[in-house]
Antibody, heavy 120, light 109 residues
Framework: DVQLLESGGGLVQPGGSLRLSCAASRFTLTSFAMSWVRQAPGKGLEWVAV????????HYADSVKGRFTVSRDRSSNTLFLHMTSLRAEDTAMYYC?????????????WGLGTRVTVSS | EIVLTQSPDTLSLSPGESASLSCRASQSVDNNYLAWYQQRPGQVPRLLVY???SRDTGIPDRFSGSGSGTDFTLTINGLELEDFAVYHCQQYSTAPMCSFGQGTKLEIK
């Protein structure tokens, strides 16, 4: 079965940076569109960023554009989210999620998430 | 950006009853690329329905999705205790981007 395992979350001060990782197993990450989705405490789901399969183009929600960068490493089959200029409103559980194709489709596999808390 | 509005925010029902959850889009969702997810407390979202009406593998047939254009519905017939959870709709017609609704909490009455 497909496995996604996030790591890298933690407590960070406002204005700080953090890099999240999502290790993928049993599929080739670069063949599929991979997204980061977050969920603030008690709130709904918010799509954050995506990197498409094959071409690897990236797209971001307006709320994180210019501050977050999604990338991937082919050799380790790992997805990353580099977060800078963090704000209190970035506090959330961050999930990586896989789509069935290189560009679109629903999220049919999710990781367990990693928690990010932005606070002084 | 397509904004999705779910209603109601909270739905209180008893086991055995049927639930009808609504998801309305600010503009037409092309190809009916609309999905529904279930999220139980402390758990990861699980895909229930995609393409508005196709059940994902292993999803019981008491879950059904319908709708097109801007109005979509998730119906759950014969509620079981395990069905009380939060339900999220998502549009992916703007792939690779997408957007979610704010969620509907289905609680036991």
């Amino acid at each position: 079965d497909v496995q996604l395992l996030e790591s890298g979350g933690g407590l960070v001060q406002p204005g700080g940076s953090l890099r999240l990782s999502c290790a993928a197993s049993r599929f080739t990450l670069t063949s599929f569109a991979m997204s980061w989705v977050r969920q603030a405490p008690g709130k709904g789901l918010e799509w954050v960023a995506v990197i498409t399969g094959s071409g690897g183009s990236t797209h971001y929600a307006d709320s994180v554009k210019g501050r977050f960068t999604v990338s991937r490493d082919r050799s380790s089959n790992t997805l990353f989210l580099h977060m800078t200029s963090l704000r209190a409103e970035d506090t959330a559980m961050y999930y990586c999620a896989k789509r069935p194709g290189p560009i679109g489709g629903p999220f049919h596999f999710w990781g367990l998430g990693t928690r990010v808390t932005v606070s002084s | 950006e397509i904004v999705l509005t779910q209603s109601p925010d909270t739905l209180s029902l008893s086991p055995g009853e049927s639930a009808s959850l609504s998801c309305r889009a600010s503009q037409s969702v092309d190809n009916n690329y609309l999905a529904w997810y279930q999220q139980r407390p402390g758990q990861v979202p699980r895909l229930l329905v995609y393409h508005a009406s196709s059940r994902d593998t292993g999803i019981p047939d008491r879950f059904s999705g319908s709708g097109s254009g801007t109005d979509f519905t998730l119906t759950i017939n014969g509620l079981e205790l395990e069905d009380f959870a939060v339900y999220h709709c998502q549009q992916y017609s703007t792939a690779p981007m997408c957007s979610f609704g704010q969620g509907t909490k289905l609680e036991i009455k």
